[in-house]
Every structure is written in C-alpha cells, then in structure tokens.
C-alpha cells in the first residue's frame, strides 16, 4: 500500500512539472498602430494581430484601456499553439485631438502583461485653424 501510494505521490510530482514546462507566448506583429491625420467622425477602430508562438493554450483575461475613449475588444476563447488572434481597438474619432492612448493586455503568456499604444491626429476640416485664418489676412491686406 505505501509503494502504490509513493507511486502515485512521485507520478504527480512528475506530471507537474512537466505541466510546467508549457507556456502560452503572445507575439504582436505591431505593439503600436498609427491612424496617422484622420477627420472628425472618420473610422476608428483598427485592429492588433498576435500569434500565440509558445506551446499551451493562450488566454487572454483582460483588455483594458486608458481611457473611455477607447473601447478594446477581446478575444472570447483560448488561442492554441501556432494560431492567430486580434484585439480590436475603436477610437471615438468625434474627439478632435490628438490621439495618445494605451491598452493593456493581460493574459497567460510568458509575459502576463503588455502595453500596446495608439496615436495619432484627429482634425475636423470644417474648421479654419487660427493659423490659416492669421496668415490669409496678412496675405491678403498686401
């Protein structure tokens, strides 16, 4: 009875770590996307693409953004070994400004947390800027 039970005890101990040794790893082919110069009301959602290059099922438990802004969307289901994933990311282009934001993604990979940054420039072309307005009166009072 004792060596069925250390059979058992060592055979656990054994399955745990080799357990161990898989580890899901999330790979992005961009950490940050560029909407470069967009108009007021224009399409703001663009998406991150990954691959899960590690050897157990990618999970990923949490987009979080750094402002309500910015809605990030999740994958819902594990990401397998060698398969592709996206997280899509929806900026709300009626805020005309610049765009700096984060998202952070947690899931887990190797590297259980990662920063993925959006920038860019929101402008509504139905305004004059004050510097277009200051440089046609001077051109035209000469």
């Known amino acids: 009875m004792k060596k069925i039970i ?17 580890v899901a790893k999330i790979e992005f082919e961009s950490e940050t996307i560029d909407y470069g110069t967009i108009e007021k009301g224009a399409d703001g959602v663009r998406v991150f693409k990954f691959k899960n290059t590690g050897d157990a099922p990618l999970i990923i438990s949490k987009v979080k953004s750094s402002c309500g802004c910015t809605v990030p969307k999740k994958p819902e289901g594990p990401i397998l070994p060698g398969e592709t994933g996206e997280i899509e990311v929806k900026y709300d282009t009626n805020r005309v400004m610049p765009i700096r934001k984060t998202i952070t993604v947690t899931s887990n990979a190797d590297t259980p947390t990662v920063a993925l940054k959006i920038k860019g420039n929101v402008i509504d072309p139905s305004k004059d800027s ?3 307005k200051k440089n046609k009166s001077v051109v035209e009072q000469q």
Request: zero cysteines; charged letters at 15%.
């Open 130 to 132: 004050v510097l277009e």
């Open 6 to 22: 250390m059979l058992l005890f060592i055979g656990l101990i054994t399955f745990s770590v080799n357990a161990q040794d898989k």
